[in-house]
């Protein structure tokens, strides 16, 4: 066959003799997330509902991005180095902010809940298509992510003494604010984040629900809010006046524009590893559960979950083969496809629940619900190239887009 033919294989993975290397081997997930190209390295499965992505956008006068000093529709960019946590669920390569919330980080020494003073410059970058790493340098920790199709697991391998999981609920690139936390166990939490008003659609809002789970019971825990500026001999009443309020001893349920929550671990050994697994679901908290359950039975390692999420790049990008041309073209064309496959992204639970389009209630499916479908742009190229290539995929999206008609009398544009 001549070189440089690209032919699509009926089989979903590469013969042994075809390349020493798979074809997630020669995907660069750093490719796009410069230059304004939005997309961004964070650990996701073929359409998969969930993404954790490196939130490196805010926080740092360093940055040469900032969320908060210009219109930035991305949680990383390469050239910035000052991470503040993974954020779950995330769009890749959109003109405008939204989603990328329920902020989880990492840290040592003396509690701290603003990011201004949590965050810390990073090093030791890698990834690859499923996982995600990097060492907080203020910390001495290894922070690595990996993901199923709606839950996450991130392992963080911490230096001796006291460490501190933090979930901070207040910030993404949402423009909407507003999010609940609950403790259910030691180890437990669930809640959800309001989301949306994406490309000035300010009525066009929904809530992400989650559960998170840590692996080991904490020393202590609490929850954190942002207290409104007071003046007067009403400021008189509080010591946290305009600060973050640390909550040692409430233990029922929080809501505000900026709240968090936080676990503290005091007698963690030299490379002791903490893990953080988190479900979501656009339905509603018992979803996300039923999600990370099902998703992540009980002993499931990080590990595994890393295995699984390259095997399944490997097998659909194996679809297609590729011979002849350079390493770097390859990387090029293999790289381009896998940014094809990260969106549209599953919306339905694994119960086969879905929120219905433009209005309240829930349906059910008996197949997959997808989202984010900007059809202005991918019915030109995208689209076709899943008719080809992923027909059983490519079926359960033009369903969801006759359902979202049916549900909302046009089908969709900017859907989310």
Not at 344 to 368: H, I, K, Q, W
Request: charged fraction near 20%.
């Amino acid at each position: 066959m001549r070189k440089g033919i690209i032919t699509a294989l009926a089989a979903a993975v590469f013969g042994a003799a075809a390349s020493a290397q798979t074809p997630a081997d020669k995907v660069d997930p750093f490719i796009g997330t410069t230059n304004f190209g939005t997309t961004n390295p964070g650990a996701v499965t073929p359409h998969g509902m969930m993404s954790v992505v490196p939130f490196n956008v805010m926080g740092s006068a360093e940055n040469l991005y900032d969320k908060d000093a210009r219109w930035w529709s991305t949680p990383y960019e390469y050239h910035n180095k000052f991470f503040t946590g993974f954020a779950h669920g995330a769009l890749s390569g959109v003109g405008c902010p939204d989603m990328g919330s329920l902020l989880t980080m990492a840290t040592t020494g003396p509690l701290k809940v603003d990011y201004r003073e949590y965050g810390t410059a990073y090093s030791g970058e890698k990834a690859s298509p499923g996982y995600y790493a990097a060492t907080l340098d203020r910390y001495g920790i290894r922070a690595e992510a990996t993901a199923t199709a709606r839950t996450s697991a991130e392992r963080y391998t911490f230096p001796v003494g006291q460490g501190h999981i933090l979930l901070n609920l207040g910030e993404g690139l949402t423009n909407e604010s507003g999010a609940m936390v609950r403790r259910v166990s030691a180890t437990e939490i669930e809640g959800m984040k309001l989301l949306g008003t994406f490309c000035y659609n300010p009525q066009k809002v929904f809530p992400v629900y989650f559960v998170l789970r840590v692996s080991k019971t904490p020393s202590a825990s609490g929850y954190w809010k942002k207290q409104r500026p007071m003046t007067g001999v009403e400021a008189e009443w509080t010591p946290d006046n305009g600060k973050y309020k640390l909550y040692t001893e409430y233990g029922r349920e929080l809501a505000g524009d900026d709240v968090g929550y936080w676990f503290t671990f005091d007698d963690l050994q030299e490379g002791e590893q903490v893990e953080v697994r988190m479900g979501i679901s656009y339905v509603s908290t018992e979803n996300a559960r039923k999600n990370l359950d099902a998703e992540q039975p009980a002993g499931t390692t990080f590990d595994a979950i890393r295995t699984a999420a390259r095997e399944q790049w490997d097998k659909d990008l194996g679809r297609i083969r590729v011979e002849g041309g350079t390493k770097e073209q390859q990387t090029v064309f293999y790289t381009a496809l896998y940014h094809a496959l990260i969106h549209p992204n599953l919306l339905s639970d694994v119960n086969g629940e879905y929120p219905l389009m433009e209005r309240a209630g829930t349906g059910l499916t008996e197949g997959e619900r997808y989202t984010v479908f900007s059809l202005w742009d991918t019915y030109r190229n995208l689209h076709q190239l899943m008719t080809l290539v992923y027909p059983e995929r490519q079926r359960e999206m033009l369903r969801s887009m006759v359902a979202m008609y049916d549900e909302w009398g046009w089908l969709p544009k900017w859907e989310l």
